[in-house]
């Protein structure tokens, strides 16, 4: 008898869900709408975003030089945190992932004693000014092809030109 009043109580909890769902299909019918050509619509946040990227294109437009000589050492040293997971900014200590940055203004391009550099930035030639360490810390990847450095790159100039600042400080520039 139990097994009965369990078959009662369970065909009406599935038939009411059934009923349910049946009824919303039904009732959305005559609220349908023609499918549309293109889905969505424009939202407002878009039209603000595209005011802001003209922003950042403005604050792209300002000069390297004018970045650099505004940038504060302080906060990119606290910029370089992120860096300090592969690289060392301590006299004398090397990290087995990065080259020790200490002294690297100045320096030929993959000629500390590291023994991780990739034979492109080996054999690249060039010193590390604050150009280069611009276009290199803003896309390693574009500027060393065949980079073994992981990092994607800074896309603020402002953070780039602190950074220097601070590698200019440790390098006694």
Known sequence: ???LETNKIAGG???TLLFTMALGIITDIPFSHAKLAKPGYDLPAAVEAKEGAGAV???????F???LASADAKKGESNTKICASCHSFEQGVEKPTGPNLIGVVGREMGSTGFTGYSDTMKGFGKKWDDEALNAFLAKPGDFV???KMGFPGEKDPKKRADIIAYLNSISGK
């Open 57 to 63: 294109a403005a604050a792209a437009a300002v000069p």
């Open 65 to 67: 030089a004018t970045l």
């Open 13 to 15: 909890v599935l038939g």
């Open 1 to 3: 008898m139990e097994s």
């Open 145 to 147: 092809k065949g980079t």
